[in-house]
């Protein structure tokens, strides 16, 4: 294991006990880590010098976070997106395929919950791998907010639809060719427009939700969980009836595939598109043009090192601007 000064965070008297708390409820926030960034980022502006019995909030990184952030070892992100997309779609068209299956045992409030609730478990397991797109339209946003490198976007795109065609399969296998491999479809009497229309509505709140969460003026950490997945539902629970409530080009896309079926697929295709570009314009006029340090790491994946304890500034042996002066004034 290294021993990482945790940028040499200094911190005197009772504000240890401050930071104790906050990294205490990073363990189910994953909220402390970036408050105490910035306050360092603020020490170093103003060339702050720690008190003389400051303490130190020192981490103890495992050598494999090391390996992780290597970024030869790009396979790790577009396998857990691959994998994080493929559970997304076996949760959204597995409650079609087993009311089919089951001749009417599933209800649509069961169906539009399930993908809800896996996309939050999904965030939470394995959010800071990739950042759990799992959509192309999400991997855009964040690419046209400059919170995602363009070179990584055809890999997590292939990664998405690589598990997006896998689940349907996977369900044909052991269920057989029931319920229409969960495609979405547009209802009857409802014209391609209508049907762009309400998908591009939804696909830019879902895109708003998840751009905002992600943001440092929100800073709300894993909970982004909650408020991504109960957005899923919600949209689900009033406009599924109508287009299936996709919001991802993707969860159509695979399903489709699989069928060889792409009757109304256009919906899907410009629908979420439209709606993840106004989702990005409308987050340029609420936080200007992008760039976010909190969401950029949080689009594209970090790992922080795990457990931390308190040492002393004459354990670290860390220099300090006075103790400096003090050593040059010596030799003078």
């Not at 539009?112 to 990739?130: E, K, N, Q």
């Not at 931390?308 to 050593?327: C, F, G, I, M």
């Amino acid at each position: 294991m290294d021993v990482v000064d945790y940028r040499k965070r200094n911190y005197p008297g009772d504000k240890f006990l401050e930071e104790v708390l906050c990294i205490s409820s990073a363990l189910v926030l994953g909220t402390c880590g970036w408050r105490v960034a910035m306050e360092e980022s603020k020490l170093l502006q103003t060339g702050s010098v720690p008190a003389k019995d400051a303490t130190s909030l020192v981490a103890i990184e495992p050598s494999w976070i090391k390996e992780f952030k290597d970024h030869s070892r790009e396979w790790r992100r577009l396998f857990s997106e691959m994998m994080g997309t493929y559970l997304l779609l076996i949760a959204a068209i597995g409650p079609v395929m087993v009311d089919g299956y089951a001749r009417g045992a599933i209800g649509r409030a069961a169906a539009v919950t399930a993908p809800g609730l896996m996309v939050a478990a999904i965030i939470l397991f394995m959010g800071t791998v990739s950042g759990a797109h799992l959509n192309p339209v999400v991997t855009l946003a964040f690419a046209l907010r400059k919170e995602f490198p363009w070179r990584r976007v055809p890999g997590y795109l292939l990664a998405q639809i690589a598990g997006a065609t896998l689940a349907p399969l996977t369900l044909w296998a052991i269920l057989g060719k029931t319920g229409s491999f969960g495609m979405t479809e547009v209802m009857a009497h409802t014209g391609v427009a209508q049907g762009i229309a309400l998908e591009t509505i939804l696909t830019f709140g879902l895109v708003s939700t998840i751009l905002g969460t992600a943001s440092g003026a929100q800073n709300v950490g894993a909970l982004s969980a909650f408020a991504v997945g109960g957005y899923i539902v919600l949209a689900g629970l009033w406009e599924s009836p109508v287009t299936g409530a996709s919001m991802n080009p993707f969860r159509s896309l695979g399903p489709a595939i699989v069928a060889g079926n792409f009757r109304d697929i256009i919906v899907f295709l410009v629908g979420p598109t439209l709606g993840s570009l106004a989702a990005v314009g409308s987050a340029w006029i609420l936080r200007g043009p992008g760039g976010d340090l909190i969401a950029s790491r949080a689009a594209q994946g970090s790992l922080e090192p795990i457990l931390v304890r308190q040492v002393r500034n004459e354990d670290l042996a860390v220099p300090t601007r006075k103790s400096d002066e003090k050593e040059d004034e010596g030799k003078r």
